[in-house]
């Protein structure tokens, strides 16, 4: 019997067999069948940038930051730089100013005292000179003894100060030029003498050729000498008492950064001490306090050094110069006897006799000015004395002048260098005078410039030592911490 399939099934079809591959081509006979070619190989990969030490030391205080042991580190090591460099800094600073110091009190305040006293020399010996040209034949054995003191003074000055000054300095040619101007003026002068002696009239001439070397080069040159000098002596305080700012800003600095750190300590372990940092923290305290306290006590001895002392004594030394040069020209108004003139408006005068004047006003202005800076009686009484003695040589003066106008050559000449009642009396008395007035200041001045240096003794070494003694604390005191990690 035959079954009729479902309807609803699809037929079975009947299985499709596998379509067979193309073939390959024949190849033409004697040919080969090549490989294809290899892949090309793949560049290598660039070798690994090698890192710097820097970066890999960033990268381990990096990861030492992360723990409490490699914090710990890093606080003692940033301590014991700051300390150290505290003191570094501190002795660097106090060293130089500790050398200014002692600068302005054995080189540059002594060599500007050579300085005015070459000048002065110089100018007295002109003095000496044109008085013992003016008593000819009788010329006293004071007034030439005088002369030859003067004239070896400048000498062994000029020697001293060549001794001290920098090579190739203006003021070593400013000495240089002294130097060979010195015999130059002392053969004029022996010359002058000569021939005064012999009563021949062109003895003066050479006076006056002998003090126009001596005004116009030999006195000038010293006077630049004595302005260098004082720049020098200047420069030497502008040294010695600036406040050392890097070394304080450190010192505190340092002192901020124990407390925080001990600050820190106390907050992680409750203990309030910490032996290494308190050790450190003293050393520091100790060293800004000496610094501080050693600074201003010898910045106020050395102010005061210069203002009752250097300040003096340069008012004093140009009332003395002045003083000198008046009677220089007061002798050689005399000596010339009208031959240099100089017009003053309408008026004709003297030459000699006009600079007198000019100096005579210089000299009353030094020491009214020398007056008001004297601080006590001691040096306050010369000034007034040579005031008043100045004074009286004003007066004198005048007379000495009237007589020579009148004619009266002889009397106005022992008026001038005469053995009593003259000006020469007055000038001495003004010379004496102001003298004993700089040797006070200068007294002054060596014991406030002293004190001043001696204030800074051991101060450089002391902040070095104790510096490094605030290091080591630090470090144990950190290291103390550390050991309770272990």
Known sequence: MTHTPDAGAPPTLPAIPPQPSSPTPPT????????????????????????????????????AATTEPGRLRIIGAVLAALVVAFG??????????????????????PLTSDAADIYRSLADANTAASSGFLAGGQESAATR?????????????????AANAAPGSP?????TKLNRLLPEYKGLVERARTYNRQGYPVGGAYLRYAN????????????????????????????????????????????????????????????????????????????????????????SHLDDSYDHGVRSLAVLHDARIASLKAR???????????????????????????????????????????RRLADDDTGAQPVTAAMGNMTEWKKRHAAAREQDENGN?????????GAKGATGECFDA?????????????????????????????????AAVLAVLGATGAVLGIGRRLSEYR
């Open 145 to 161: 003894d005088r002369y030859e003191r003067d004239i070896a003074t400048a000498a062994s000055k000029l020697v001293n100060a």
């Open 212 to 299: 126009e070397k001596m005004q116009r080069e030999m006195l000038p040159a010293a006077q630049d000498l004595y302005t260098m000098e004082n720049e020098r002596l200047r420069a030497d305080y502008a040294d010695a008492t600036p406040y050392p700012w890097p070394a304080i800003a450190l010192g505190l600095a340092a002192l901020a950064a124990l407390a925080w750190v001990q600050r820190r300590t106390y907050l992680r372990t409750n203990r309030v001490l910490n032996h290494g940092l308190v050790a450190a923290t003293t050393a520091a305290t100790v060293v800004l306090l000496w610094l501080t306290a050693g600074h201003a006590l010898a910045r």
């Open 171 to 175: 003021s070593t040619a400013t000495i």
């Open 409 to 417: 050559y002889q009397q106005a000449l022992d008026m001038v260098i």
């Open 328 to 370: 220089g020209n007061e002798n050689l108004t005399l000596v010339a006897r009208g031959a240099e003139t100089v017009r003053v408006g309408d008026t004709t005068l003297d030459a000699y006799d006009h600079d007198f004047t000019r100096d005579i006003d210089t000299l009353a202005e030094g020491l009214a000015h020398a």
């Open 28 to 63: 033409p006979s004697g040919t080969s069948t090549a490989a294809p070619p290899p892949a090309p190989a793949s560049p290598p990969a660039p070798p690994a940038r090698r890192r710097t030490a820097f970066a890999e030391g960033v990268d381990r205080l990096r990861h």
């Open 430 to 462: 003004v010379d004496k005078n102001l003298a004993t007035a700089l040797e006070h200041e200068e007294a002054e001045f060596a014991t406030a410039a002293g004190d001043g240096r001696d204030a800074l003794t051991g101060l450089p070494t002391g």
């Open 88 to 109: 570094a800094v501190t002795a660097w600073q106090m060293t130089d100013r500790a050398a200014a110091a002692d600068a302005v009190l054995t080189s540059s305040q």
